[in-house]
Structures are given as C-alpha cells and as structure tokens.
C-alpha cells in the first residue's frame, strides 16, 4: 500500500504559477512510477506527467510529459521528503482542473485525494 497526499492547489491568474506537492509513504520502494494526473467534470482524467524512480546504477530518473504542459510544468522528485512536485508556470485557464498524484507499483495503482487548480483569465 502507498498512500498519497496532495497540497498547493488553488487560484491563480493566467500566466501565474503555482507549485503541487504530493508526499507519499507506506510501501515506496514498490513505486515505479510517480504520476500527476488531472480531471474536468464531466471529463476523463488526463495523464499531465511522470517522473521514474531513480535508476540506482545510473541515479537518474526520466520525465514524461503531456503536449499541453511541455515547457510550462516540470516534475521533480525530493527523495529524501518522499516527496514529488509539479512546478506550474505560464497557466492558462485551460489548466483549470482537480489534480491527482498517482503511484504507479508493482502492485497496482494508488491515487490521493486531489487538489483543486483554478486559474482566472
């Protein structure tokens, strides 16, 4: 089991930035992969980015990230927190969404609870 806590959502203007974090313990060393997701009522959830664990030969780690955020958000890992962030700038409103961090195991997935992003034009 890996449980997740997501914070740092709210309002921003567009073109702002804003910075969500998502602690997560419990059973880490079965993480793969840490994920942000987001999700529009009435919508799917969208995969916005992953960051891998960290290859213990080459201690580097991969980025994956969605069209729509490449070269506005950038997910980072702070191994000694457990801890992931999704820095956020240049929003739009477009971005508006609830946004969930995911762990994705051996096990199977593991979501938090959400974190609610707003941004005004």
């Known amino acids: 089991q890996v449980q997740l806590v997501e914070s740092g959502g709210g309002l921003v203007q567009a073109g702002g930035s804003l910075t969500l974090s998502c602690g997560f313990s419990g059973s880490v060393f079965s993480i793969n992969t840490m994920n942000w997701f987001r999700q529009v009522p009435g919508k799917q959830r969208e995969f916005v980015a992953a960051i891998t664990m960290v290859d213990p030969i080459s201690s580097s780690s991969h980025t994956t990230y969605t069209d729509s955020v490449k070269g506005r958000f950038t997910i980072s890992r702070d191994n000694a927190k457990n801890t992931v962030h999704l820095q956020m700038n240049s929003l739009k409103p477009e971005d508006t969404a609830v946004y969930y961090c995911?762990?994705?195991?051996?096990?199977?997935?593991?979501w938090g609870q959400g974190t609610r992003v707003i941004v005004s034009s």
């Open positions: 995911n762990a994705y195991t051996m096990t199977g997935d593991f």
